[in-house]
């Protein structure tokens, strides 16, 4: 108990008396501890009150100015997000919560949760500096459009791998999304420009007569992008793959954000070969070769 105080300066200590260790750590001694009544008598502490050793909590915590507890549940085979909504259902239907208590979900849903508000931002401005970049490099809204267009072809394959492994939508995962659209814009813009001045070429040669020539230089510049799409490919690939199969501290969260790029530049480099020069095929077809036409 507090008998005192001590005064240092501005600051103040309280001054405690207890008893001494070996009373207190036995409790067969804390009982036959002498106690003197209002007559003078000597009488074991064991007679005036009941001693027991109860165990309390090992930490008194608190948040907000409340006393809070803890609940640690271990997710496995699923996101968190989805865990809390049907956790959260259930808890609500099952627990009747006392006044003056309240709930709250926390811990790496909490972290998903401020992540997820982030991204609500950061994914649809990457998006509009890609189209701002882009439109800067090519000066048309139309191949703007055009390489837009590998970014789904990119995304079957990421999500197609993340299904494969078994991953959940992540920050992780979100974070090689976003990095898969850059590497498909740029991957979109060379196939476009090899298109561009295959095209270019054979109608300053005065080769552009019909339908069949524009589908000869779209072909021409097509195949001259096979192997510049291959070495890209293959570059992010080597330098990706080996984080498949990395281990240790980290490895689960490099896995997630390389797992979208490894899928995506996949399936693009295939879909931009076959795609892309059909689609440059249609937009010449309808605009060029149509004026030269009717010319």
Do not use: C
């Amino acid at each position: 108990m507090n008998i005192s105080t001590t005064i240092e300066g501005r600051e103040r200590y309280p001054v405690n008396v207890r008893y001494g260790r070996d009373f207190r750590s036995d409790l067969w001694q804390l009982r036959r501890v002498l106690v003197e009544n209002p007559q003078g008598e000597q009488i074991p502490l064991e007679q005036l009150a009941d001693i027991t050793i109860s165990s309390g909590p090992g930490m008194i915590k608190s948040e907000g100015g409340q006393l809070v507890g803890y609940v640690y549940v271990d997710i496995e085979g699923r996101d968190p997000g989805s865990y809390v909504v049907d956790a959260k259902a259930m808890v609500d239907k099952m627990v009747q919560v006392p006044p003056g208590y309240h709930l709250e979900w926390s811990g790496s849903f909490e972290s998903m949760q401020r992540a997820k508000l982030r991204l609500m931002y950061v994914i649809p401005l990457t998006l509009v500096v890609i189209i701002v970049l882009l439109y800067f490099s090519t000066r048309s809204v139309v191949k703007v459009s055009i390489v837009l267009l590998a970014v789904p072809f990119s995304l079957i394959g990421a999500f197609l791998l993340l299904y494969l492994l078994g991953y959940h939508l992540s920050v992780a995962v979100w974070v090689g999304i976003i990095a898969l659209a850059g590497v498909d814009a740029e991957t979109g813009v060379v196939m476009l420009l090899y298109l561009d001045v295959a095209y270019h070429k054979w109608k300053d040669e005065g080769r552009m007569r019909d339908l069949d020539d524009l589908e000869n230089a779209i072909l021409e510049g097509a195949v001259q992008r096979v192997r510049p799409k291959m070495m890209t490919v293959m570059a992010i690939l080597m330098g990706l793959l080996p984080i498949m199969w990395s281990s240790g501290a980290g490895a689960d969260v490099m896995k997630r954000i390389a797992a979208p790029m490894v899928g995506g530049v996949v399936t693009s480099f295939i879909l931009e070969l076959l795609i892309y020069p059909a689609i440059f095929s249609i937009w010449k077809s309808w605009t060029e070769m149509r004026k030269t036409a009717s010319q």
